[in-house]
């Protein structure tokens, strides 16, 4: 390791030279959006889930705050995730995988946006009901829009991963290959739409809800919620969870030592991310079951997804850094 | 013809050790080493020149991986391109 040591100062790493990012605008426009959206949660009359919570309103805003700042904190990370698989992606612009990594980088930066658009129909939906004549009516019109719209996003999200990991798999002269994995999956996926269905069946306020402070889930009929928003979810997972096998395959059949140890890190995070947005996509479809919970639950639950989450992107980030160093490095 | 057939052959050489460490982008790394480091076409390196371009990857190789035994396994495996 001494001789490594000692001749790697001869050796250029470009990538590890200070340089200004012309990325940076991004993170400036980012910003500027989830300040938008800060701000208008904080314009929401929140009285009556302050009552709900024993919580005077300063406490509540203070709360809104709190679980904002992390949500900055992932959605930088995410960015970052995007814009350095992206970089590399168009670092190495001529070769057989530099496609499959661009649908990747594509694939993460739908889901931010996914979660940006999310998060603003959330607070102009609370917004919106506080204005009208018919709150109820109003969430309910914003619920079906934004579940319609995260379907949307999810099937795009795990569409363009998928295209990605294929893509990655034909520059190294594969194919998906599910033989072993196809009854376990297709097992695993059955049970997923089973206890699903079940659990929106059981939810009372899945179409109406006659208590004021629980918004319905999904605001239709139950035949409708399985045909526009449960099917297209688990197709939407099952594309992520055939992407996730596509990168493990990638990782697993790909030539180099070294470029599989770099790529590890890559699919840890991709793993992680793959499972935990299925996880949150599974628990929002859900809310309102647990609603009725003790505040420090739900906040649980959140906080342990948020850094997890967070924790996944930066090793997206970093496995797609340290490849670019190879890149770099002359 | 000869003389391009040889150089050709160190070349490649290079790029098959390499790509048992660097995968997809070992092509790429080995051409951007001759480039820089010898000043020269890569397919037109011979056999005096893996000496310095075995310095310069098992270098990178070692940053990269941080494992003094992947460095030595690519060390052994430039020694053989110099001893064929």
Known sequence: ?330 | MTMAIDKHYYYQQVVHVTEQFLGPAAERFVRRQIEFRLGKPPETIGWGDIPKLKETICVALGILAKDQTIVDQAMRKFDLIVKE
């Open chain 1, 1 to 330: 390791m001494a001789a490594i040591n000692h001749t790697a100062n001869k050796l250029t790493m470009a990538a590890e030279r200070p340089r200004r990012s012309p990325f940076w605008l991004t993170y400036v426009v980012l910003g500027v959006l989830w300040l938008g959206t800060v701000s208008l949660s904080i314009r929401v009359d929140d009285s009556t889930t302050a009552n709900r919570f024993n919580l005077s309103l300063l406490q509540l805003h203070a709360i809104q705050l709190a679980l904002a700042l992390p949500g900055l904190l992932i959605f930088m990370a995410i960015l970052f995730a995007a814009l350095s698989l992206w970089r590399y992606a168009r670092a190495i612009g001529h070769s057989d995988e530099s496609l499959g990594f661009r649908f990747v980088a594509y694939s993460i930066f739908t889901l931010l946006t996914g979660m940006v658009v999310g998060d603003y129909l959330g607070n102009i939906r609370q917004l919106a009901a506080q204005h009208a004549a018919d709150p109820q009516r109003v969430k309910t019109i914003f619920v079906i829009i934004t579940n319609h719209v995260s379907v949307a996003f999810a099937l795009l999200t795990y569409g363009l991963l998928l295209r990605g990991a294929w893509l990655l798999l034909r520059s190294i002269g594969r194919r998906l290959d599910m033989a072993k994995k196809l009854v376990p999956t297709v097992a695993g996926f059955a049970a997923l739409t089973a206890t699903y269905l079940w659990l929106i069946h059981d939810n009372a306020a899945s179409q109406m809800s006659t208590d004021p402070d629980i918004t319905p889930t999904f605001g239709l009929p139950y035949w409708l919620v399985i045909l526009t928003v449960v099917l297209p979810y688990v197709a939407a997972w099952f594309m992520g969870v055939l992407a996730l096998m596509g990168m493990h395959q990638y990782h697993l059949q790909t030539t180099g030592i070294v470029y599989r140890l770099v790529f590890r890190k890559l699919v840890v995070g991709m793993t992680l991310f793959i499972s935990l947005t299925i996880l949150l996509q599974l628990l929002t479809q859900l809310s309102s079951l647990y609603a009725t919970h003790n505040l420090s639950g739900i906040l649980g639950i959140v906080v342990v997804i948020y850094i997890v989450l967070t924790y996944a992107f930066m090793l997206i980030a970093q496995g797609a850094r340290k490849l670019h160093t190879i890149e770099k490095s002359y």
